[in-house]
């Protein structure tokens, strides 16, 4: 009996051992190739095989949420900083300010927020806890003067989306061209300086429909 149980604790520490290896490759990975990476590419820096893997993180998501779970905590930290702030405009601005910093510093996350379709489960909730703050975030601003009224949540994912080919094209010779960038997004964003737009927001529907075709290009530049 006690040689069964030294057998079954060398197993879950072995487990445990592949287990680490596994999302320890699969941020590497990740953050050079993004999140639609091989999966046999990880498993094979991890060192084990591909069955291991899939023993482990039975689908792609689950390896995604595996490794982002503490940034998106961070994420979410941020907007709810945000939202405690009195000033509405403030508020706003430094939300952008630190999530597109935490995109900087972070592939995986650029890419999972702006790019990946969650399934259900932590990430996929904590995206909804997002869009809640994110849409009292935007509300306050509105009802302080201070931003546009036109201004919904789909115009902000799409302004963040707007980061990420910038954030990749100057990574290497100026990093931080993106707050220039975002210097004129916010003086086009600020009440007093709204003119009507020529076209609508985009609806949740249209929204959704985009992130999909996004994911496609993804998919098939990784395939082509």
């Known amino acids: 009996m006690t ?3 030294g057998e079954q604790r060398g ?4 487990a445990q051992r592949n287990h680490e290896l596994l999302i320890a490759a699969a941020r590497e990975v990740f953050s050079e190739q993004g ?4 999966l046999e590419e990880i498993a094979r820096r991890a060192g084990v095989g591909i069955g291991t893997l899939y023993r482990h993180f039975t689908t792609r998501e689950a390896l ?3 490794i982002i779970e503490r940034r998106i905590g961070e994420l979410v930290t941020v ?16 939300f952008l300010e630190r999530t597109i910093e935490l995109q900087v ?10 790019r990946y379709r969650p399934g259900a489960g932590r990430l996929a909730s904590a995206r909804e806890e997002l869009r809640l703050l994110f849409e009292q975030l935007l509300a306050r601003a509105r009802e302080q003067g201070t931003l546009r009224d036109d201004f919904t949540i789909s115009d902000l994912v799409l302004l963040l989306w707007s980061f990420t080919p910038l954030i990749d094209a100057t990574a290497e010779v100026a990093p931080g061209a993106w707050r ?3 210097h004129w997004l916010l003086d086009g964003l600020r ?9 609508r927001p985009l609806s949740d529907e249209e929204l959704r429909v985009a992130m999909q075709a996004l994911h496609g290009q993804r998919v098939g530049r990784r395939h082509g």
Do not use: N, Q, Y
């Open 3 to 5: 040689e069964i149980a």
């Open 64 to 66: 995604v949420e595996a």
């Open 79 to 94: 907007a709810r900083e945000a939202v405690a702030e009195p000033g509405g405009w403030s508020a706003f601005v430094h």
């Open 191 to 199: 009440a007093e300086a709204a003119t009507p737009p020529p076209a």
């Open 35 to 38: 999140v639609e990476a091989s």
């Open 105 to 114: 510093g972070d592939r995986v996350l650029k890419d999972v927020l702006m």
């Open 11 to 14: 197993g879950r520490r072995d």
């Open 180 to 182: 220039r960038h975002l």
